[in-house]
């Protein structure tokens, strides 16, 4: 399959995810906290979209140095159609389901995938490209913290 076509795809991804976290925060609008903190999950995403466009600048401007990958298409469509899923079943999350999901959605195998499209199709950019998109990593880490930290607030009852 053609780079740009991945790269296209996992573009589309990046800002579907930044649009779940952006209405996330939006739904906690009440809860400062809970929406900063996707606020800012949703900005980050927004970069890592800039991050794949980039490299979508890199291919097009050396499209002999990049080959063709290996991707199954049925990644993206599968994570598109359970981030569409999710807010037609919880038109009103709660933070906990809303932690929940995001740590879902981070550990798909389509989300942060672009960067061994890229390296696949050229090994030469591969520490570039890891470099930029160093967040991807963290996501996880930090929407775990936080669920954690919720927990943690939550009086037990009983």
Known sequence: MQILTVLSAIENIESSVAKLYEWFSECFTADREASGFFFR???QERSHATMVA?????????????SSVDFDMALVDDLLQTVTDFRTQHPRPSVAQALDFAMAIESHAAEGIHRSMVIQSNPEVAD????LAKADKEHFKLLKDYAEKIQCQTPVTG
Do not use: C, E, H, Y
């Open 128 to 131: 570039m490209i890891n470099n």
């Open 41 to 43: 999950l949703a900005m």
């Open 54 to 66: 980039f490299s979508k600048g890199l291919v097009r401007r050396s499209p002999t140095d990049f």
